[in-house]
């Protein structure tokens, strides 16, 4: 079974402008989180999609947003990039419903912000 | 106080032997809990998760969990250098919607 996918694996990109960043989760599981990383803050929880909604959110500003789609795929979208959202962004994905649900990890998005 | 605590370390032990990794966390009603392994540039890899007080072993590695001290401790037997690595702790909450809150990490280093 084909992992948890992610895309692109690298990104720079400028002040002000926006980014997205695609998600593929392992199939059949349909519950996809995103995370930031970063050396100072560590991992940081972002949003949660389960079936399509927004099942959780982290304490990040809106500039931050996702999507998810009937497959389970994942966009996450960064808009008025800062400096300080330079960093590893990491997908996970597992089955879904159960909170012990064990969760796996994408290579993650390394974004530099210029 | 963090949700999720964790030494930083670093941590270093000899080949072959114990590596001892500590995490507390805040919320009482927590569910489940993982141990993540992460290397240098790349990705958290789950390694173990327990969910019952008491000890869980797989292999080399073995989870303890005491719920009423809010503890979870990850041991390493017969540490290698490959073992060397950043370890997360990870606790899904009893609110908040069942996120999962990651500890900063231990580093071990185990030297040959």
């Known amino acids: 079974k084909a992992g948890v996918t992610q895309t692109p694996r690298y990104l720079i990109k400028t002040r002000g402008q926006q980014v997205t960043l695609s998600c593929s989760p392992i199939s059949g599981h349909r519950s996809v989180s995103w995370y930031q990383q970063t050396p100072g803050q560590g991992l940081q929880f972002l949003f949660e999609y389960f079936s399509e909604t927004q099942r959780n959110k982290g304490n990040f500003p809106g500039r931050f947003s996702g999507r998810q789609f009937s497959n389970s795929r994942s966009e996450m979208n960064v808009s008025t990039l800062e400096l300080g959202d330079s960093a590893l962004y990491l997908c996970a994905s597992k089955t879904g419903g159960k909170s012990y649900n064990e969760q796996f990890f994408g290579p993650g998005t390394r974004l530099t912000v210029l | 106080q963090k949700e999720v605590e964790q030494n930083s370390g670093p941590l270093s032990v000899p080949e072959g032997a114990i590596a001892s990794l500590n995490c507390t966390y805040s919320d009482r009603g927590s569910q489940s809990f993982f141990w993540y392994r992460q290397y240098s540039g790349k990705s958290p890899e789950l390694i173990m998760f327990?969910?019952?007080?008491g000890d869980k072993e797989d292999g080399r590695f073995t989870a303890q969990l005491n719920k009423a001290s809010q503890y979870v401790s990850l041991l390493i037997r017969d540490s290698q250098p490959s073992d060397s690595a950043t370890y997360l702790c990870?606790?899904?909450?009893?609110?908040?919607?069942?996120?999962?809150?990651f500890g900063a990490g231990t580093r071990l280093f185990v030297k040959a």
């Open positions: 327990i969910y019952s007080n």
């Open positions: 990870a606790v899904i909450g009893d609110t908040g919607g069942f996120k999962t809150i």
